[in-house]
């Protein structure tokens, strides 16, 4: 079973994670590139919000194709291109990510691999046999 930890000796989060996830021995492990907010037919949603959906969508297109779910994410990263985006990001991570949450980092980046792309996600999850 995955630990989720939670030190006292730390601040209170500012958003919803946990300052880190013990992984047991013998879990398979899965590290993700960065999953982009565009869509399967490689079209780029205009706004944050879509943008945010599609990405989480990739996520977990993969999480599935591996046999795993969002409740198997134990560290999740974010690259948002304007720090305005946070709160579309938030949101929607609220929507799609469990109790209790993954280590998070959400980074703040001048540009991705494409001006029109807004958002990047990568994640790494753990899943008992």
């Known amino acids: 079973m995955l630990k989720h930890i939670h030190s006292e000796n730390t ?4 958003s919803a994670h946990s300052d880190a996830v013990l992984i ?11 999953m ?4 399967r037919d490689g079209t780029v949603p205009e706004s944050i ?10 996520v977990e297109a993969v999480l599935r194709d591996c046999g795993m779910t ?12 304007d720090p305005a985006h946070r709160d579309a990001y938030r949101a ?8 209790p949450p ?23 999850a753990a899943k008992l046999p």
């Not at 919000?49 to 990739?58: K, T």
Request: proline share 8%.
């Open 11 to 14: 601040p209170v989060p500012l």
């Open 24 to 34: 047991p021995p013998g879990a398979q492990i899965l590290v993700s590139s960065g």
């Open 36 to 39: 982009l907010g565009m869509r």
């Open 49 to 58: 919000e879509e943008q945010v959906a599609a990405a989480f969508d990739n």
């Open 70 to 81: 969002m409740a198997d994410v134990v560290k999740m990263t974010a690259f948002i291109t």
């Open 92 to 99: 929607e991570r609220a929507r799609r990510v469990g109790d």
């Open 102 to 124: 993954p280590a998070s980092t959400r980074i703040v980046i001048t540009a991705l691999s494409m001006p029109a792309l807004k958002v990047e996600i990568e994640i790494m």
